[in-house]
């Protein structure tokens, strides 16, 4: 990329949102921090990421309604380009399939699928060329979960969209990837995981624009962090 710009990190509030805007924040892009409605935590996010010597902004909205992703661009654009995108943010309520209603499916799917659609589309403009998007699959997407139907089946979408994506704009010069948590609860250290997924997410923003269409599993058992890479399609 021929300038840092600004990195749209969403549902970047708290957990590993906010871990990989951190580590963004010290890539020496400008962090766009964005969560749907805990702007206290966002800002202790910002705070954290210029504590460290980086450059960070709230940046509210709900990813799913478009209208609230549209006011969100236009908020950015007065901190400048956008060049890198990661599509994090995410809703896992667990329920058993029979349970699940069509209210639940949409509120699932609007979130981590539509939300994802919205932002890229907003941040097209100013990613070609040379822009990054990192999409935040997970076990959910690769190996199915029978709590979360809906949620695999939206972080599915979400591997299909990368898939079709960076074929698509591999001639504008953008580079679509993604990098998917496999974690497993047990003696987990979730910090160290946490920070190799944010590490990956990094590193895949630095790559050139000839790196797409990749998965890079992070595998997280307790005793080690592996991660893997492998073709999207």
């Known amino acids: 990329m021929s300038e840092p710009g600004i990195a749209l990190v969403t549902g970047a ?17 400008t962090i ?35 209208a609230s992703v549209r006011d ?32 639940d499916w949409h509120a699932v799917h609007s979130v981590t699928l539509d939300g994802a659609f919205l932002c890229i589309r907003n941040a097209l403009p100013t990613l070609v060329p040379g822009g990054r998007v990192v999409n935040i699959l997970g076990r959910n997407a690769l190996d199915g979960d029978p709590k979360r139907v809906h949620v695999s089946s939206a972080k599915y979408g979400l591997l299909g969209l990368t898939r079709a994506l960076s074929a698509s704009l591999r001639a504008d010069g953008v580079a679509v990837n993604a990098v998917s948590p496999g974690i497993e609860c047990a ?19 630095a790559e050139p624009t000839e790196v797409t269409g990749t998965v890079v599993r992070v595998d997280c058992d307790g005793s080690e962090v592996v991660s893997a890479v492998s073709r999207a399609y």
């Open 32 to 66: 766009a921090v964005n969560t749907r409605s805990r702007t206290g935590d966002a800002e202790a996010v910002v705070a954290a990421i210029e504590s460290a010597g980086g450059h960070a902004f709230s940046a509210p909205a709900d990813v799913a309604d478009a």
């Open 13 to 29: 509030g708290s957990g590993l949102g906010a871990v990989i805007a951190e580590r963004l924040g010290r890539s020496g892009l």
């Open 187 to 205: 003696g987990i250290d979730l910090d160290r995981c946490r920070d190799e997924i944010a590490e990956q997410v990094a590193r895949l923003t």
């Open 72 to 103: 969100m661009f236009d908020g950015i654009a007065n901190h400048g380009r956008v060049r890198v995108v990661v599509n994090n943010a995410s809703y896992r309520p667990r329920s058993p399939f029979a349970d699940i209603t069509e209210e």
